[in-house]
């Protein structure tokens, strides 16, 4: 079996700003969408398209933290330990999604979390790493992504307070 160290050394990962965790940018588009073609709320170009491989492990602040994005993230699960996701909607309501190969079992190779949706993930308890892609078009960069703030959202989602926490960090900024 491939080990954490195998897969950081293949892939160059480095660890992924505010967020946590690692990841390799393997994907952008150079064609840009202008910002004239693209609605609320961008507000400048885009590109088309971009792709990350994003590695979970507990050694290397192993969880994505909750933040919101104004496009759909495609996430695509390919090896490992399976993932747990959190997502808040903006209704007050919540989900929970396990990514992993026992699909018979409602385990999700593919799954779409929604624009605006808030969505943290983790490594389940006594894994060692799981691999994952996240794709998104138009592309992401920078400005997309808006970090979830702790206390707020404990008070928005009460019934969630354990993973808010767990999936937040306290001194987390807004923006990347």
Same mark, same amino acid.
């Given at each position: ?30 064609? *840009?969408?202008? +910002? ?6 961008? @507000?400048?170009?885009? =590109?088309? $398209?971009?792709?990350? #491989? ?55 190779? *593919?799954?779409? +979390? ?6 943290? @993930?983790?490594?389940? =308890?006594? $894994?060692?790493?799981? #691999? ?45």
């Amino acid at each position: 079996m491939v080990t954490v160290e195998e897969l950081i050394e293949l892939y160059k990962f480095e660890p992924l700003p505010v967020e946590g965790g690692l990841y390799k940018l393997t994907y952008r588009t150079e064609e *840009q969408i202008p +910002a004239n073609a693209l609605p609320q709320p961008y @507000s400048r170009s885009k =590109p088309f $398209g971009t792709a990350i #491989l994003y590695l979970y492990t507990p050694e290397y602040n192993g969880f994505s933290a909750l933040h919101a994005l104004p496009t759909d993230e495609i996430y695509h699960f390919y090896m490992g330990d399976p993932v747990e996701m959190l997502q808040l909607y903006q209704d007050g309501h919540s989900t929970h999604i396990t990514l992993g190969h026992d699909v018979l079992n409602g385990q999700q190779v *593919q799954y779409v +979390a929604p624009t605006g949706v808030w969505m943290g @993930s983790y490594l389940v =308890p006594g $894994g060692k790493f799981a #691999l994952v892609g996240m794709t998104m078009a138009p592309g992401f960069t920078n400005d997309d992504y808006l970090g979830g703030e702790r206390e707020a959202l404990c008070q928005k989602y009460p019934d969630e307070t354990t993973l808010i926490r767990r999936l937040t960090r306290p001194e987390e900024p807004l923006y990347m």
